[in-house]
């Protein structure tokens, strides 16, 4: 049974350009969460999505950031015009059910490495 | 007031030993509590969940005390391979997800 797999590991990108981080849920879970950790920092919530619904976008920044979860598909973070203050590891993580009352937890995937030269 | 507070250590124990970490949450609503590990450089990995009534893993004691808003994890006989940072985490009601302490830095030293 796979787990939480995302892509790429390790993302090198200059400042300006776009970087877009890649998650696929475990199989059966359709919850997927992103997580950022900045150097030397705690994880911070970013952005909750179901498919096709971004549930909660509370620790999302305003600009430059998005993700979606398509029907069909890997969840994908998209960072517009990085900034070096980007440069971070990106958790993507997921969860069979809500989490609210259920008791379930999250799984993580590897995470992925932005580095913003 | 942090939502989840922890002492960031490093907590330098010998084999053998054992050693405690708390943590405390700000939420009195909170619904469920668990402990992650996470290697350097590596991702989060649950390592327990936290109940009312305690719990207990092999070497690893998780205890919640919810009128002092505080969690507890009590590692015994202390393993080099115990030598991670350790995340204490709430899920809050009326929100979806995961709250995160900055974690406790334990380094066991032969």
């Known amino acids: 049974n796979a787990g939480v797999m995302q892509n790429p590991r390790h993302l090198v990108r200059r400042r300006g350009q776009e970087a877009r981080l890649r998650c696929s849920p475990m199989?059966?879970?359709?919850?997927v969460y992103w997580y950022r950790q900045l150097p030397e920092e705690g994880l911070k919530f970013m952005v909750y999505l179901q498919k096709e619904n971004i549930i909660d976008e509370s620790g999302m920044p305003k600009e430059r950031f998005s993700a979606e979860f398509p029907k069909e598909g890997p969840s994908i973070l998209r960072i517009q015009q990085v900034v070096r203050g980007d440069s971070a590891a990106y958790f993507c993580?997921?969860?069979?059910?809500?989490?609210?009352?259920?008791?379930?937890?999250?799984?993580f995937g590897e995470g992925s490495w932005l580095t913003v030269v | 007031r942090k939502e989840v507070e922890q002492d960031p250590g490093p907590f330098n124990v010998p084999e053998g030993a054992t050693v405690a970490f708390n943590c405390t949450y700000s939420n009195s609503a909170s619904q469920s509590f668990f402990w992650y590990r996470q290697d350097c450089r590596k991702e989060p990995k649950l390592l327990m969940s936290?109940?009312?009534s305690g719990n207990e893993d092999g070497r690893f004691t998780a205890q919640l005390n919810r009128a002092s808003q505080y969690i507890s994890l009590l590692i015994r006989d202390s393993k080099l391979s115990d030598s991670a940072t350790y995340l204490c985490v709430v899920v809050n009601s009326g929100y979806s997800t995961l709250t995160f302490g900055k974690g406790t830095m334990l380094l066991v030293s032969p």
């Open positions: 199989k059966g879970h359709s919850h």
């Open positions: 936290v109940y009312s």
């Open positions: 993580a997921s969860s069979p059910t809500p989490l609210q009352g259920s008791g379930n937890t999250i799984y």
